[in-house]
């Protein structure tokens, strides 16, 4: 287990040569936001690809989504640390329950389909992060404006976002992620995972 987490820590800052998470002077607050998390889910859409155990997935992108988190938080003005970023994604995936745990199961099931499990499954993560994202994106404004986040507007809003997220995910260039997946196993390799068994792609 010791092994495996030190491979999760490869993979997750990997990620950082691969994406630019830092905002943009030249676009709007809103527009800085939504590049976080849409590169953050294309980040989820990879680890799909290359996560080498079914059940796994968010093992690896629960601190994924976390520094997702921290860069939104940042992007509105607040001073967010990866280990308070964490404690935010843990708040949200406990009011989120039942719902997110239907889906983590859905695409769990369809990553044991051999060969195609990936493909099948990369829309449903890029979903999640996506909407994890603006249901982070709410958290904030919430806390910006003084008030405490709705739980029934998180579950809501998830929803709702699963929808978006899961037609821009399937939207997405099958070669290019196969490209930076292939990108990133080689980092994660070049950092000692080479042992690690991938999924083909």
């Not at 809501?156 to 997946?181: H, M, N, P, T």
Request: glycine content about 6%; aromatic content about 8%.
């Amino acid at each position: 287990m010791g092994y495996f987490n030190q491979w999760i820590d490869h993979v997750a800052e990997s990620f950082s040569n691969l994406f630019n998470l830092d905002p943009d002077p030249d676009l709007s607050e809103r527009d800085n936001v939504l590049k976080v998390i849409d590169q953050t889910a294309m980040v989820a859409a990879i680890t799909a690809i290359v996560m080498p155990i079914p059940a796994a997935d968010f093992v690896v992108l629960t601190p994924i989504q976390a520094k997702m988190a921290l860069h939104i938080g940042r992007i509105k003005g607040f001073e967010v640390n990866q280990e308070r970023a964490e404690e935010i994604v843990t708040e949200i995936f406990g009011v989120l329950g039942m719902s997110l745990t239907a889906h983590l199961l859905i695409v769990s099931v369809a990553k044991l389909i051999p060969v195609v499990g990936s493909v099948l499954t990369w829309p449903l993560i890029f979903a999640a992060t996506w909407s994890i994202g603006k249901v982070v994106d709410y958290y904030f404004d919430c806390l910006r404006a003084g008030n405490k986040p709705s739980s029934e507007t998180i579950k809501d809003l998830f929803a709702a976002e699963l929808k978006v997220g899961k037609q821009r995910g399937e939207q997405l260039d099958k070669d290019d992620l196969k490209r930076k997946a292939n990108d990133l196993r080689r980092k994660v390799e070049a950092r000692g995972g080479a042992d690690m068994v991938f999924l083909a792609v």
